[in-house]
Nanobody
């Protein structure tokens, strides 16, 4: 069974940092593209950052470029999203996801974590 367990969300003030983690079981990151997505009530889920270690492709949504960094530790089967200089508009539920091939389209991802809430206050 493929499972993803996300954690690391919380409440911070604007300008603060959080690091989201997503531990995987049932597969290895070597063979998968990874992605972080976020969703706020009433809006569609959007891609925040995606990465494929197979070919090195990376994607960052424009508003997070230079502030967020996606990474993975294949030895720990864990993916991360380091979020710095957080803004109130980053407030959302964040999800990790994986699929075999790189894409930034949320609906094409096969496996999802349960989501972790990030709240940024001004």
């Amino acid at each position: 069974d493929v499972q993803l367990q996300a954690s690391g969300g919380g409440s911070v003030q604007a300008g603060g940092s959080l690091r989201l983690s997503c531990v995987a079981s049932g597969f290895t990151f070597d063979d998968y593209a990874i992605g972080w997505f976020r969703q706020v009530p009433g809006k569609e889920r959007e891609g925040v950052s995606c990465f494929s270690s197979t070919d090195g492709r990376a994607y960052y949504e424009d508003s997070v470029k230079g502030r967020f960094t996606i990474s993975s530790d294949n030895a720990k089967n864990t993916m991360y999203l380091q979020m710095n200089s957080l803004k109130p508009e980053d407030t959302a539920v964040y999800y990790c996801a994986v699929r075999r091939r790189f894409t930034v389209t949320p609906t094409k991802y096969d496996y999802w974590g349960q989501g972790t809430q990030v709240t940024v206050s001004s």
